[in-house]
């Protein structure tokens, strides 16, 4: 038996690697994410869903969500029991299962790992979650949570900063702020108010959705405390300012202005 096929018949999973393993080891993950998931199980709002294995190497099975229309916030949640061994990552993806190079978001730890979008695309949503290394990850746990309206504390006001906030690492943390027509332009800043860190996350900011790593209309990085993006001539509608970097920050703000 082909040995792509023989890693098909293994309980859910169907398909390979991750991008933290070697290059091998990736090849045959990418050959393997055009190979359908062997089970498919529907998330309901706000129900976890227990008693998830992920095998190194392989998929579990795809989980979706249907989010309505009129969604603020969508949040996947993956934990995993105390005593329970291995460790996963999460992908999660719009319109069509994630697989391991496209995603629209994939923590980078490993477990209490959190995906947030904010005004999420009305459709259904996919993850799926691989083994990362070491043993077989159980003892996994995974919640899709949505709520309908905007949440009243992601929306900035102008020229106003947010409330510092901790800022976990490898998640997205988001806010929007509604900019009228005939702006000649807005600027989003980033900076740290705790004492000792001179590094916030870095900032990204895109017009009409929240922005991934790779989809965004202005990226900024910078070491002396200050993170700023500048959008001239900006649509009028919805921006978003996000924070996104591997480590954890304390004391991080985000403010939009605009004239």
């Known amino acids: 038996m082909p040995a792509l096929l023989a890693l098909s018949l293994v309980a859910c999973g169907v398909e390979?690697?991750?991008?933290?393993?070697?290059?091998?080891?990736?090849?045959?993950?990418?050959?393997?994410?055009?190979v359908k998931t062997a089970c498919s199980t529907p998330l309901s709002?706000?129900?976890?869903v227990t008693g998830i294995s992920a095998e190194?190497?392989?998929?579990?099975?795809?989980?979706?969500?249907?989010?309505?229309?009129?969604?603020?916030?969508?949040s996947f949640d993956m934990n995993q029991l105390p005593d329970a061994k291995g460790a996963a990552y999460m992908y999660v993806r719009f319109g069509s299962e994630p697989t391991f190079d496209t995603y629209d978001c994939r923590p980078g730890n490993l477990v209490g790992v959190n995906?947030?979008?904010?005004?999420?695309r009305a459709g259904t949503w996919y993850v799926k979650i691989s083994g990362a290394f070491g043993p077989s990850a159980s003892g996994l746990e995974l919640t899709g949570t949505y709520t309908l309206g905007i949440p009243s504390d992601s929306v900035l006001t102008n020229g106003v900063e947010t409330a510092p906030y901790l800022y976990?690492?490898?998640?997205?943390?988001?806010f929007t702020l509604d900019v009228p027509s005939g702006t000649s332009s807005v600027v989003f800043t980033e900076r740290l108010t705790k004492t000792g860190w001179n590094i916030p996350p870095d900032l990204y900011v895109r017009?009409?959705?929240?922005?991934?790593?790779?989809?965004?209309?202005?990226?900024?990085?910078?070491?002396?405390?200050?993170?700023?993006?500048?959008?001239?001539?900006?649509?009028?509608g919805t921006w978003f300012a996000c924070s996104y970097g591997d480590y954890?920050?304390?004391?991080?703000?985000?403010?939009?202005t605009y004239p």
């Not at 976990?168 to 988001?174: D, F, H, V």
């Open 207 to 236: 017009y009409g959705e929240q922005p991934t790593k790779t989809a965004y209309d202005c990226s900024t990085y910078t070491n002396n405390g200050l993170a700023t993006c500048t959008i001239d001539n900006p649509a009028a």
């Open 168 to 174: 976990k690492g490898s998640q997205w943390k988001c």
């Open 16 to 34: 390979g690697s991750n991008t933290e393993l070697t290059e091998s080891t990736h090849a045959q993950g990418v050959q393997a994410d055009a």
């Open 56 to 74: 190194l190497d392989a998929w579990s099975c795809t989980y979706t969500l249907e989010v309505p229309e009129g969604t603020g916030r969508l």
């Open 45 to 48: 709002n706000g129900v976890t």
């Open 115 to 120: 995906c947030t979008f904010l005004r999420p």
């Open 248 to 256: 954890p920050r304390e004391g991080v703000v985000i403010k939009g």
